[in-house]
Every structure is written in C-alpha cells, then in structure tokens.
C-alpha cells in the first residue's frame, strides 16, 4: 500500500499548522530546551508565517495521506524561496516529516521519490536539503538517497544555534 499525495491549498492551513508543531514536536523536544521549541514553533508555524509561504509561488507543501489518515508533509522550495542558494535551479526539500504513528511505513521515503519526480519534470540541476547535525536517522536516511555534504548553515532554535548539514544530489 502507498501513500496519496497531493497538494494543499489555503483551505489546508489550519491542518498544516498543526501537522507541523506536532511533528516538529516529536521530531525534536527530547533534543531542546521547552523556551527555545516553543519560541521557534511560534516563528516558524505562526499561521500568518504559514500563510505566507504557501501563498508564495515559489514554495509548494504536499500533503500524504496513509488510508485517509494524514500521516505527513512535504515543503518545496524554488528560486527565491530557497533558504539558500536561490539563485540557482536547485529544488529545495525544506520540510519532510511524517506522524510518528506512520513512521516505518515507506512514507518518508514516497515524499522523496515524489520530489525527485518534481525536480526531473522542472529540469531542476540538483536536489538539497538542509539537515540537523545530531539527526543521524535523517542523515542516514537521506545518504542512501545519494545526497552528499556541501556546506552546513546554522539553524536557530530560539535562543540555541544548531548546526544544519546542507546535503545535495546532483541530477542532471
């Protein structure tokens, strides 16, 4: 069985903000002081934040379901809406997170192939992504995808500055 992906819309912005702090939440509250998470879920997934990237041309977020269940998302960048590198014709993976009740479901996984199916149709140069230093199963899990190391960037988490391996995979 595979997942069903498809594209939100602003009628999703409400199940986005909340898919987002939770599996933010999960990902990474074990790992990070409550003040800072909480001062970055309000930065990063304030409905208005929202709001603005999804109406923003150049980011697209994808929703998967796991029989009608959502069980996770998927955010795109391009050009200017890079977090990096926007002048250039990468696509960006900024966000892929899956519930935790669909982890080891190939979900994950589905997300990735489908945003390899969108750079080849945009004729997109290569792939990157940025990915938390201490997130090894991420790490790992993006390695076997072929993506290599290029730089790194910090990543603020209220008033904690984390380090983001950048990670890419050339395509054409």
Same mark, same amino acid.
């Given at each position: 069985m595979e997942g069903k992906i498809r594209l939100? *819309? @602003?009628d999703d912005l409400t199940e986005l903000q909340k898919i987002s702090v939770e599996t933010f939440?999960?990902?990474f509250?074990?790992?990070n002081n409550p003040a800072d998470l909480?001062?970055?879920l309000s930065e990063a997934y304030g409905f208005g934040k929202l709001k603005e990237e999804?109406?923003?041309?150049e980011s697209r977020f994808f929703f998967i379901y796991w029989a009608d269940s959502l069980a996770g998302y998927l955010k795109l960048n391009t050009g200017g809406a890079q977090t990096e590198m926007s002048d250039s014709n *990468? @696509?960006?993976v900024e966000r892929i997170y899956i519930r935790k009740e669909f982890k080891r479901l190939g979900l994950g996984r589905q997300l990735l192939d489908y945003a390899f199916e969108v750079a080849?149709?945009?004729n997109r140069e290569s792939i990157w992504l940025g990915v938390w230093e201490k997130n090894t199963n991420a790490l790992q899990f993006y390695?076997?995808?072929?993506?290599?190391?290029?730089g790194a960037h910090d990543f603020i988490v209220g008033e904690d500055k984390q380090t983001d391996l950048i990670m890419m995979k050339e395509l054409l």
């Open positions: 939100c *819309n @602003l939440v999960d990902t509250a074990a790992d909480q001062e970055y999804m109406i923003n041309p *990468n @696509l960006e080849a149709k945009e390695r076997a995808f072929g993506f290599e190391k290029v």
